[in-house]
T-cell receptor, first 114, second 114 residues
Framework: GDSVTQMEGPVTLSEEAFLTINCTYT??????LFWYVQYPGEGLQLLLK?????DKGSNKGFEATYRKETTSFHLEKGSVQVSDSAVYFC?????????????FGTGTRLTVIP | DADVTQTPRNRITKTGKRIMLECSQT?????MYWYRQDPGLGLRLIYY???????NKGEISDGYSVSRQAQAKFSLSLESAIPNQTALYFC?????????????FGSGTRLTVV
């Protein structure tokens, strides 16, 4: 079945450091891939998405490229800020299932220190 | 007002009690979902509904029931709460283009069963 595996946290970085959070997926079809962010005390918000191979999603300085050959969708940011401290979830949606359900990874907590 | 509103935000209840969590949305979306979030497990789907007359079990529906009272309202019930149902519960909505646009989440209900 469909699944998402993302790197375990927590991740602690200094401000302006480079961020990578790894995400790999398993799907027999051609899923859409998403990164969601959860700030403290809030629900999940869509950060970026990619719907086909080689697409690059980007938002707020974050980027992720849909790599079909490595079944990956790693999240990157060149210079993190304290305000980026949150939990990040990788997710996929497989249209073949007919349900459009989102399958989530376990989440990676990022803490950015000044 | 938020697009997806969950009530209550926090609730402490006793083992064996019946409790209802409510979700309402102003997105006009047909599809609504209930997820629970546990540390280290990410989000897991409890139930989902594609329209008022459609209810489907997710991967962890045991011990839960739902009611879709209207397009905009989707409630989750715990008929007899038990401590391992202590978790953060999220309601989400989507249209039928979820594969492209993802979901909209509420802010969550933190439930503690003692």
């Amino acid at each position: 079945g469909d699944s998402v595996t993302q790197m375990e946290g927590p991740v602690t970085l200094s401000e302006e450091a480079f961020l990578t959070i790894n995400c790999t997926y398993t799907a027999t079809g051609y899923p859409s891939l998403f990164w969601y962010v959860q700030y403290p005390g809030e629900g999940l918000q869509l950060l970026l998405k990619a719907t086909k191979a080689d697409d690059k999603g980007s938002n707020k300085g974050f980027e992720a490229t849909y790599r079909k050959e490595t079944t990956s969708f790693h999240l990157e940011k060149g210079s993190v800020q304290v305000s980026d401290s949150a939990v990040y979830f990788c997710a996929l949606s497989d249209p073949r299932t007919g349900a459009n359900n989102l399958f989530f990874g376990t989440g990676t907590r990022l803490t950015v220190i000044p | 007002d938020a697009d997806v509103t969950q009530t209550p935000r926090n609730r402490i209840t006793k083992t064996g009690k019946r409790i209802m969590l409510e979700c309402s949305q102003t997105k006009g979306h047909d599809r609504m979902y209930w997820y629970r979030q546990d540390p280290g497990l990410g989000l897991r789907l409890i139930y989902y509904s594609f329209d008022v007359k459609d209810i489907n079990k997710g991967e962890i529906s045991d011990g839960y029931s739902v009611s879709r009272q209207a397009q905009a309202k989707f409630s989750l019930s715990l008929e007899s709460a038990i401590p391992n149902q202590t978790a953060l519960y999220f309601c989400a909505t989507s249209d039928n283009q979820a594969v492209n646009y993802g979901y909209t989440f509420g802010s969550g209900t933190r439930l503690t069963v003692v």
